[in-house]
């Protein structure tokens, strides 16, 4: 799965709108929108904030992995 398919089932999964997510991680909704569409490539700060907002691992939300594991604590 691409990363970009991972976090729009996550924010689908998690019954969000782009406007929540897009809050979230401190972008503009039609920035997030361009993320999910493919038009812009993610930053791996936002990653890692989606990470952390929904909790899963960077293998995970990026697609190098289909386990979930929770985001590492520091």
Do not use: W
Not at 17 to 26: G, W
Not at 40 to 54: D, G, H, M, N, S
């Amino acid at each position: 799965m691409l990363y970009i398919e991972r976090v729009k089932a996550l924010r689908n999964d998690h019954d969000f709108n782009q406007t929540q997510v897009a809050h979230a991680i401190h972008v503009a909704q039609t920035t997030y929108s361009d993320y999910e569409k493919g038009k812009v490539r993610i930053p791996v700060e936002c990653l890692i904030q989606l990470a952390k907002f929904y909790d899963v691992d960077m293998n995970y939300i990026t697609g190098v992995s289909d386990t979930i594991h929770p985001f590492p604590k520091a």
